[in-house]
């Protein structure tokens, strides 16, 4: 089955750019989505279809995908943007969906 | 306001069986297909299963397959998930969540309920 890989923990002082990624097999010819997960809540859709931000989340937030990489990319990053972070694809040849492990993000 | 509602969690035996609810409302429920989302404690987010808009195309994930069913019934805005043989692996807070790609269950997940905890132990 298809297997996504992140990095367990990125910390960073406020005002710096975050980049998590999210590395798969081609990933680059599927769609990724992410989320955002804060403590003690339910997920959240931060970008969806690879760049698209959902509807309310800041323009800080941003996605690409190429190659064997996707990244989500928080510019000026904030205290309130402390969370777990999850990338997701579909993956057609097995028909399922596959969550990465998740990023947690620090902000110092 | 679109809101999901999940209930039906609770402790359960090995071997047991449960029925989860989700209620759903704010948007047109048989417009979109649904998924069920689980967490285990202290883990990361795993698929469970989805269901199109008219419930006749499901997908289950593999620790689930051929003791989960998941079902709809559009009339009340409900989906549901009913949990057969359950294991202590199975113990999870589960998650409805809405497609928001539209009717099918492949897209990406839009909205998400706060989750209904299923502690399956002797």
């Known amino acids: 089955s298809y297997v996504l890989t992140q990095p367990p923990s990125v910390s960073l002082a406020p005002g710096q750019t975050a980049r998590i990624t999210c590395g798969g097999d081609n990933i680059g010819s599927k769609i990724v989505h992410w989320y955002q997960q804060r403590p003690g809540q339910a997920p959240v859709l931060v970008v969806y279809?690879?760049?698209d931000r959902a509807s309310g989340i800041p323009e800080r937030f941003s996605g690409s995908n190429s190659g064997n990489t996707a990244t989500l990319t928080i510019s000026g990053v904030e205290a309130g943007d402390e969370a777990d972070y999850y990338c997701e694809v579909w993956d057609r040849s097995s028909d399922t969906c596959v969550f990465g492990p998740g990023t947690k993000v620090t902000v110092l | 306001e679109i809101q999901l509602l999940e209930s039906g969690g609770g402790v359960v035996r090995p071997g047991g069986s449960l029925t989860l609810s989700c209620a759903a409302s704010g948007f047109i429920f048989n417009d979109y297909g649904m998924r069920w989302v689980r967490q285990a404690p202290g883990k990361g987010l795993e698929w469970v299963a989805g269901i199109n808009w008219y419930g006749e195309s499901t997908g289950y994930g593999d620790s689930v397959k051929g003791r989960f069913i998941i079902s709809r019934d559009n009339a009340k805005n409900s989906l549901y998930l009913q949990m057969n043989n359950l294991r202590a692996e199975d113990t999870a807070l589960y998650y409805c969540?809405?497609?928001?790609?539209?009717?099918?269950?492949?897209?990406?997940?839009?909205?998400w309920g706060k989750g209904t905890a299923v502690t399956v132990s002797s």
């Open positions: 279809d690879d760049t």
């Open positions: 969540a809405r497609d928001g790609s539209g009717p099918h269950y492949r897209g990406y997940l839009a909205d």
